[in-house]
């Protein structure tokens, strides 16, 4: 079997030689050291004239139950650390057992307020943990989450509504960037008076300013989360079912919505982290970027949980805990 691990230039060189030389065999090897609820019958179709590429064809799984399940014998592995943008207000790091419990209680606030399977949900927040709640639940029931990061406009978010065809958004009322507090509901009130798709409107509390709730359509979280068990099964996903869309800026035309699937994003996203970041058990991973963009979710969330490391959800220009604060040995920065 292939070493998921490489720890060295041979181990590359090898590595590389057999990925050209037998993909199927070599990804085959890579996929394997991952959870399937049923293994798949082919590892690629592939036809780049329509172009159609399927990965794992038939396989199922779900990839929360990989970052998240597969890690819950870890019982006080620190899973997320969360730093806010006032260092007064004091981090929160989770652990794996804590971020279950925190995203099945997303995952059953979000089927209470009929979010199904194949769902698509825009996920509009600043960099709080209730973002990597948001993405991971949604993922854990099968809904397609589309992350817009929080800065743009009510027209963009607008156009990747309709898009989309999203019926549900997560947000909040606001948010901080410095020393300034910035209303974000007032925005996706906006855009929600340009698009006709939007069912409900699920709101996190960060600024606890006032802001306008349309009752029937929009909920507070901290009310719906009271009522919401902290374990909630995975739903079983086909490895080539849709896992997120995710759009281009928009800077050169029309936004465009790339589409990630579950078995293969699941799959290239824990080996690349594993072996391009080199991480090591104890460490913890900082990536800059924000959730928002496709190196956030690849390397802030999903990477790092599916290797049962961990990420540190930091602002960029904050500044990095020290790892003493957290009992590690070493600083892994990406």
Excluded at 109 to 129: C, E, F
Excluded at 145 to 154: D, R
Excluded at 174 to 194: C, F, L, Q, T
Excluded at 315 to 331: C, H, V, Y
């Amino acid at each position: 079997m292939e070493s998921y691990k490489l720890t060295n230039l041979i181990d590359y060189e090898n590595a590389y030689k057999r990925s050209v030389e037998h993909p199927e065999a070599f990804w085959a090897d890579i996929a394997a050291h991952f959870s399937w609820q049923k293994p798949w019958n082919k590892v690629l179709n592939w036809n780049f004239n329509e172009p159609k590429i399927e990965w794992f064809v038939d396989g199922k799984l779900n990839i929360s139950e990989n970052c998240l399940d597969r890690h819950l014998d870890k019982i006080d592995k620190v899973a997320i650390i969360w730093e806010p943008n006032d260092m007064d207000e004091g981090h929160k790091a989770y652990t794996y057992r804590e971020l279950y419990a925190e995203v099945c209680k997303m995952s059953n606030v979000l089927k209470s307020m009929g979010v199904q399977k194949g769902d698509r949900v825009i996920i509009y927040l600043p960099m709080i943990p209730e973002l990597a709640f948001a993405v991971l639940a949604c993922a854990r029931i099968g809904a397609i989450h589309s992350v817009v990061f929080a800065g743009f406009s009510a027209s963009a978010i607008a156009d990747r509504i309709d898009d989309a065809k999203a019926a549900y958004i997560i947000t909040s009322d606001g948010m901080y960037r410095g020393n300034k507090s910035i209303p974000v509901k007032p925005i996706i009130d906006e855009a929600i008076s340009k698009s006709a798709s939007i069912q409900k409107v699920l709101v996190i509390q960060r600024t606890n300013e006032p802001i306008s709730i349309e009752e029937s359509r929009d909920f507070y979280y901290t009310e719906l989360v009271k009522h919401a068990a902290d374990n909630c099964p995975a739903e079983i996903m086909d490895s080539e079912d849709m896992l997120f869309i995710l759009y281009t800026s928009g800077s050169t035309g029309k936004p465009k919505g790339v589409v990630h699937t579950c078995g293969g994003y699941m799959v290239y996203a824990g080996y690349s982290f594993a072996n391009v970041f080199q991480y090591g058990e104890n460490e913890i991973h900082w990536c800059t970027a924000d959730i928002g963009w496709v190196t956030g979710h690849t390397y802030i969330l999903y990477g790092p949980l599916l290797n049962g490391a961990t990420p540190s959800c930091l602002k960029a220009f904050q500044l990095i805990p020290t790892r003493e604060d957290f009992g590690m040995s070493s600083t892994n920065i990406a």
